[in-house]
C-alpha cells in the first residue's frame, strides 16, 4: 500500500502545538509515558496468550528496549507486546476519540504552576503526543501479534501524518524520537545520554513488572555489549512497608491512574489464610472529570500470582467506590479467570466485603486524626460515596459515620449526624434535612421559616442523590430524618405563646376558604390546609409524608422510570395580610370569580418559591399582568 498522508483531527492539532510549545516544564515524563504503554502492550498479549486469543504470538521474552543513538541523535522504546494493526493506528494516533479531551486542553491551559501541568498527558489517555515535547519527527512501527503486515506512522507535529503497510515489522511497536537539541534553558535534556535514561527509569518506572532493557552501544574495541536492565520489577505489593518510599508508592499510582497528582492515602492489606492476597490501594486527592459518567473505567488491576490478568477489576469494589485505583495481587485464582467467573467467586465476594471496609475504616481514621485530609476527601469523594447509603445496606453505618453534611448552624463546618444528635433540642424528635439545588436555594426556601426563627438546625443537602439515600436510610441512632418540606411539621408553640387552643380558632376561621381552595385547585393540589412552617411567606406547597418529591420524580423519569405525578399539599401561612385579607373576601364576597384567579396565582407563587414552575406559564404571566395593570 503507497504512503497516504492524513490530517489530524482539531483536537489532536490543538494539543500537538501545546506539546511543541512546551507548556510542560518537566520534558522527562515522554519516556515514562511512553515506557508505560510498552507494558500496557506486554500486559494485554500476556493475557491474550492465556486466553489462546492470539496462538501465533512469540510470548517466550517479553520485554521493552530503550536504544539511543548518539550520531543520528534518536531515542527508541520498542516492545514486543501485542501491537496494533492498521486499523489501530488510525484510531488510536491518528485522532483523539478520547470525550475528555476538550477538558483536558482547557486543564492544561489554566493549570497556574508547573506542577499542575506535569502529567496532564496521562490522566487523559494522550501519553503518546508527550513526545513531541522533545522530538522534531516521531515514527511508530507496530504490527499486531498474530498479522503478517505491520504499519508505519510518521509525523512532524505539524498538523498531518503518514500511514503506511510494510511487510517487515517485528511483532510488538517501536516509537522512535528525532530528538530536538539539547536546551537546558527550557529543561530539554540530553535524551541520547544513558545516564539521563536510567534516572528517568529508576525515577518513575522501576516496579514495571517487565524487563526495561537499555540497549548497549558498541564499545572502543568494536565489541558489543550486553543489554543493561535498569528497573528492580519488584512488585511494590508484594515488599515490606519499611522496604518502600511513599515516592514509589507515588509512582506506582501516577502509573495505574494516569494522574499527575500524589494520591491522598495509600491503603496496604495483606490477608493470609485460607484465601491469600495482598491490596495496594490509592485514595486520589482530586475527582475525576468524568467520575459520574456513564463510561467511567472503574476498578482495580487484578494480578494472579504477580501475572497481570485485567485492568478493571469491577468486582472487587462496589460502585460507589469507584475512585479508588490501586492494585489486588490473589494467590489462589486461576490464571485464566474470566469476568464471569469472578461475578460469581466467593472467594472475590470475600474480597470486596474486606478492601471496601478497609477503605471505609481508612478514611474513618483519617476523619478523626487528619481533619484537613478527610475535608478535602469528603469535598471530593463525598457526592459518590452516599450512594453506598442506598445500594449497600451492609455497610450503611459504617458510610454513616464517616459522612458529613452542610448545616444551618454554621455556613463553614459540616456537621456529622451524630454531632447533629447531640446537639437537638429538648423534645425533638427528628433530625431534619432539605434537599435542593444549592445552601442558598435552600435557606430562602419558604420551608425553612419556622426553622429558622425556632433556631431548629437543619441539615443541607444539595447533592442529587441526597433525594434517594434520606428516604432509604429512614433514622440514625432511633432518630427519624424528616425533610422539612414533606408532611405536617409541628415544632411545638413558639415566641408568641400559639397553643392548642390558638390553632382551633384558626382553623374554624379558615375553615371555609380551605375547603372552597381545595376544589377549585383540585387538579393540581391535594388539599389545601394552614401552615406551622410559614412566618414569612404567604404559602408554600409540600408533598405528602410518603410521596416522591418533585426533583426525585424527575429523577426516576430522567433514568427512563415512569412514574405517576403525585398531587401536593398548598399550606397557607394564616397570618400573613395577603392570607388574611384572602379569607375575608371569600367570607364578604358572593361573586368569587376574582377569587378564583387569586387562588391560581398564589398557587403559582408558592411553586416558583421552590424553584418550580407554574403548569402554565403564559396564564400565569397574563394574571401577573391584569392585576398590575388594576393597580396602575
Known amino acids: 500500500m503507497p504512503t497516504e498522508t492524513f490530517e489530524f483531527q482539531v483536537e489532536a492539532r490543538q494539543l500537538l502545538q501545546l ?64 501491537g496494533m494493526s492498521y486499523d489501530e493506528v488510525t484510531q488510536l494516533i491518528g485522532t483523539i476519540a478520547n470525550s475528555g479531551t476538550a477538558k483536558f486542553l482547557q486543564e492544561l491551559r489554566e493549570a497556574k504552576d508547573a506542577a499542575g501541568a506535569d502529567g496532564l498527558i496521562g490522566q487523559f489517555g494522550v501519553g503518546f503526543y508527550s513526545a513531541f515535547m522533545v522530538a522534531d519527527e516521531v515514527t ?34 517501536a516509537v522512535t524520537l528525532h530528538l530536538k537539541p539539547a536546551d537546558s534553558e527550557n529543561q530539554l535534556h540530553d535524551y541520547t545520554s544513558p545516564w539521563k535514561v536510567k534516572e528517568i527509569v529508576k525515577r518513575y518506572s522501576d516496579f514495571i513488572t517487565w524487563p526495561i532493557r537499555l540497549m548497549p552501544e558498541a564499545g572502543d574495541d568494536g565489541e558489543s555489549r550486553e543489554a543493561e536492565t535498569l528497573n528492580s520489577m519488584k512488585a511494590l505489593w508484594a515488599r515490606p512497608r519499611d522496604e518502600v518510599s511513599d515516592d514509589e508508592y507515588h509512582e506506582l499510582y501516577k502509573h495505574i491512574s494516569h494522574d499527575w497528582r500524589e494520591p491522598l492515602e495509600t491503603i496496604r492489606l495483606q490477608a493470609e489464610g485460607t484465601f491469600e492476597y495482598q491490596a495496594l490501594l490509592f485514595v486520589p486527592a482530586h475527582a475525576p472529570h468524568d467520575l459520574f459518567t456513564q463510561g467511567y473505567q472503574r476498578g482495580v488491576q487484578l494480578y494472579v500470582k504477580r501475572v497481570f490478568i485485567m485492568d478493571d477489576c469491577e468486582e472487587l469494589l462496589p460502585p460507589y467506590l469507584r475512585f479508588v485505583k490501586g492494585v489486588v495481587d490473589a494467590q489462589d485464582l486461576s490464571l ?65 459515620a464517616v459522612a458529613s453534611f452542610a448545616t444551618t448552624r454554621d455556613t463553614d463546618e459540616p456537621t456529622t449526624l451524630k454531632q447533629y444528635v447531640e446537639r437537638m433540642k429538648d423534645g425533638q424528635d427528628a433530625i431534619y434535612f432539605m434537599t435542593g439545588e444549592s445552601r442558598e436555594a435552600i435557606e430562602n426556601s419558604p420551608h425553612m421559616e419556622a426553622f429558622r426563627a425556632k433556631g431548629v438546625e437543619v441539615l443541607l443537602l444539595t447533592d442529587p442523590v441526597d433525594e434517594v439515600w434520606a428516604d432509604a436510610v429512614g433514622e440514625f441512632e432511633g432518630k427519624r430524618l424528616r425533610s422539612v418540606a414533606k408532611g405536617d411539621i409541628d415544632l411545638g408553640a413558639g415566641d408568641d405563646g400559639k397553643d392548642d387552643a390558638e390553632k382551633e380558632r384558626q382553623s374554624e376561621e379558615y375553615a371555609g376558604l380551605l375547603g372552597w381552595m381545595t376544589e377549585h385547585l383540585g387538579e393540581d393540589v391535594k388539599e389545601v390546609r394552614l401552615s406551622s412552617r410559614l412566618t414569612v411567606s404567604p404559602a408554600c406547597v409540600v408533598s405528602d409524608a410518603h410521596d416522591l418529591t418533585p426533583a426525585l420524580e424527575n429523577m426516576y423519569r430522567a433514568m427512563g422510570q415512569e412514574v405517576p405525578r403525585a398531587k401536593r399539599i398548598l399550606e397557607l401561612n394564616p397570618e400573613h395580610q395577603l392570607v388574611k385579607a384572602l379569607n375575608r373576601a371569600y367570607t364578604e364576597r358572593e361573586d368569587r370569580t376574582e377569587l378564583t384567579e387569586t387562588a391560581e396565582l398564589l398557587h403559582a407563587l408558592a411553586v416558583l418559591a421552590e424553584g418550580g414552575q407554574p403548569k402554565e406559564p403564559a396564564r400565569f404571566v397574563k394574571l401577573v399582568a391584569d392585576r398590575l395593570e388594576r393597580t396602575l
Open 336 to 400: 485464566n479467570v474470566s469476568r464471569e467467573i469472578l461475578q460469581q467467586d466467593r472467594h472475590i465476594r470475600m474480597m470486596q466485603r474486606r478492601l471496601t471496609k478497609k477503605v471505609l475504616s481508612t478514611v474513618k481514621d483519617m476523619m478523626a486524626s487528619e481533619p484537613e485530609r478527610y475535608t478535602t476527601f469528603w469535598r471530593e469523594f463525598g457526592a459518590v460515596l452516599k450512594e453506598g447509603l442506598v445500594t449497600d445496606s451492609e455497610n450503611r453505618d459504617a458510610i454513616l
Open 19 to 82: 506539546m511543541i510549545h512546551s507548556v510542560y516544564s518537566n520534558k522527562d515524563v515522554f519516556l515514562r509515558e511512553l515506557v508505560s504503554n510498552a507494558s500496557d502492550a506486554l500486559d494485554k498479549l500476556r493475557l491474550a496468550a492465556l486466553r489462546d486469543d492470539t496462538p501465533d504470538a512469540d510470548v517466550t521474552d517479553l520485554h521493552i528496549e530503550i536504544d539511543v543513538d548518539k550520531e543520528a541523535r534518536t531515542l527508541t522504546v520498542r516492545d514486543n507486546g501485542i
Open 140 to 173: 511508530l512501527l507496530t504490527r499486531r501479534a498474530g498479522e503478517t503486515q505491520g504499519t508505519r506512522w510518521t509525523s512532524r507535529g505539524e498538523g498531518t501524518y503518514t500511514l503506511e503497510t510494510v511487510d517487515e515489522a517485528p511483532q510488538g511497536t
